[in-house]
């Protein structure tokens, strides 16, 4: 009996130890869309595979084994499971659990408790059951562990094959459907929602929704959202690497594409500009592309395939002339040259950048045949979008919420607007991410001319922000718990607060 309990008390703990492990694999898989090179290469704190995967692992396969597993009991319970409900809760983008995530967790339960009952139950298979110590056993559970992470990437990749061809014969079908397509560097969310907002006036129309933009998440858009129905689809196109566009292109095969602003946003995937302008014009690789609007600032890149070189021809630079430019922390307001005419236009939505945004949607709804009056209205009533330069006024507060834009260009605008403000300014941020040091270097010196007060999030670029912030308060926050607190101690009537660029905290 005692055997008995102390066998279950053994298999207990294991399954607490390969949770804990399995969950820390999968949410990291999911943070980087299931990419495993990229957790292993990419992750912005790779302290975190030694502290919460490396070490767990060394621990059970040379303590689990002596004096009756004391020692790994005392890890597991005193430090590894405390450890990772410290760092559970300071997450704040937890795990997700979508069919895959149950389906990643079934097969891995199914390697390790096969292991186990093999191991515990069968040693009278093996000639010697001695030869099956504890420290072998241990290896072998870590082995199945490893082997149900792979058959679970493995199975996911068969029926991804299966759920993508499903959703290329969706595309084909729609014979009434016209795609648009929009990639750049930055700002494809916004000139997304925007196209989609004016469109939406006289045609029925579905947009990706929130930030989906790689082509997994595209799939599974077309697959669960498009329908007869619609008659205009908007698909941004995101990229991590050379020929992620290229695949979208030949998914979508859309018949106008936008190529917004290319800059240094992710180099660290991209490496140098010229890889980065060779990826966003695979925009071009469409069979049946109508038209093409490229922000006129934009380079073209250096090779083309043959079979796509008349795409060329198809390029509409943007914006044509711009005049009476008016960016306020109130209002923008500007005129742009359309049919060799000056048209006015003014809208509640902030930012000298967005009026580029705004411009090429002015420039599709012109395309799309919608009269010149109606743009304007639909220009006049944009809703400004979540976490991007949106103005929220409180009783004693101006709130910038500009969390979800991380490029320089941006956060520079966020910052001139902030500028204009007559009080004390306030910022919260942790600087660019995926950025090079000397872009953070003219952020920090920029942030140092226009606010008072500094509070620096995160870990990742406090040491070069706080070097070149020299002239303004700085508060450093390791935490972004704690981030509430802080606001209320530290702030005061009249504040203006700009969120620029909130980071998850596993970056």
């Known amino acids: ?13 294991l399954t607490i130890f390969f949770f804990t492990l399995g969950y820390y694999v999968i949410v990291n898989l999911q943070w980087y869309n299931y990419n495993i090179s990229r957790v292993i290469t990419k992750h912005h704190k790779q ?86 110590d504890i420290a072998v056993k241990n290896m072998c559970l870590i082995v199945s562990f490893c082997v149900g992470v792979y058959c679970s990437l493995i199975c996911e990749l068969i029926l991804f094959k299966r759920y993508a061809s499903y959703a290329h014969k969706k595309i084909q079908s729609l014979q009434n459907l016209t795609i648009i397509a ?31 933009n790689t082509y997994k998440g595209l799939v599974s858009d077309i697959n669960q959202n498009l329908t007869q129905e619609h008659r205009i689809y908007i698909a941004e196109a995101g990229a991590r690497n050379q020929g992620d566009i290229a695949e979208i292109s030949n998914l979508l095969q859309q018949h106008y594409g936008v190529i917004g602003k290319i800059g240094n946003a992710h180099i660290e995937y991209f490496k ?52 009476n ?28 950048f967005n009026i580029d945004n705004i411009a090429v949607a002015i420039l599709l709804a012109k395309e799309f045949g919608m009269e010149i ?34 490029n320089l260009e941006g956060m520079s605008e966020a910052i001139r607007l902030s500028s204009l403000h007559i009080g004390r300014r306030v910022i919260v941020t942790p600087g660019l991410v995926e950025y090079d040091e000397e872009s953070n270097i003219a952020l920090a010196k920029y942030i140092d001319e226009v606010f008072q007060l500094v509070i620096i999030t995160g870990n990742l670029n406090t040491s070069l922000l706080s070097k070149y912030i020299t002239k303004a308060e700085k508060i450093i926050l390791k935490d972004k718990a704690n981030l509430e607190s802080t606001l209320s101690e530290s702030g005061k009537n009249g504040d203006l607060v700009l969120f620029a660029n909130d980071a998850p905290n596993y970056i």
């Open 373 to 406: 009056t109606q743009i304007q209205e639909a220009i006049k009533h944009l809703k400004p979008i979540p976490h991007r330069l949106n103005k929220i006024v409180t009783a004693n507060k101006i709130i910038l919420d500009d969390s979800f834009n991380g």
């Open 182 to 212: 929009i990639t750049g560097s930055y700002g494809k969310t916004s000139i997304k929602n925007f196209v989609a907002e004016i469109l939406s006036k006289q045609f029925n129309t579905y947009a990706t929704p929130r930030s989906v």
């Open 272 to 323: 140098d500009i010229q890889t980065t302008i060779s990826t966003k014009f695979e925009m071009l690789y469409s069979n049946r592309l109508h038209r093409i609007f490229m922000q006129k600032d934009n380079t073209l890149p250096h090779e083309l395939p043959q079979k796509f070189q008349e795409n060329l021809n198809k390029i509409t630079p943007y914006p044509a002339n711009l005049t």
């Open 325 to 352: 430019i008016e960016s306020t922390l109130e209002k923008t307001s500007f005129s742009l040259e359309i049919d060799s005419n000056m048209v006015d236009f003014e809208t509640q939505i902030l930012g000298r």
């Open 1 to 13: 009996m005692p055997d008995t309990l102390f066998l279950l008390w053994d298999i207990f703990s």
């Open 47 to 132: 302290n975190w595979h030694l502290y919460y995967f490396v070490i767990p692992i060394l621990f059970v396969l040379f303590t689990h084994h002596l004096y009756h597993s004391i020692i790994f009991y005392i890890y597991l319970y005193m430090v590894d499971v405390p450890m990772f409900i410290l760092w559970y809760k300071r997450l704040d983008k937890k795990l997700i659990y979508t069919a895959r995530v149950k389906r990643y967790f079934t097969i891995l339960a199914v390697c390790v408790y096969c292991m186990v009952y093999f191991l515990w139950y069968k040693e009278s298979l093996f000639i010697q059951s001695y030869f099956i």
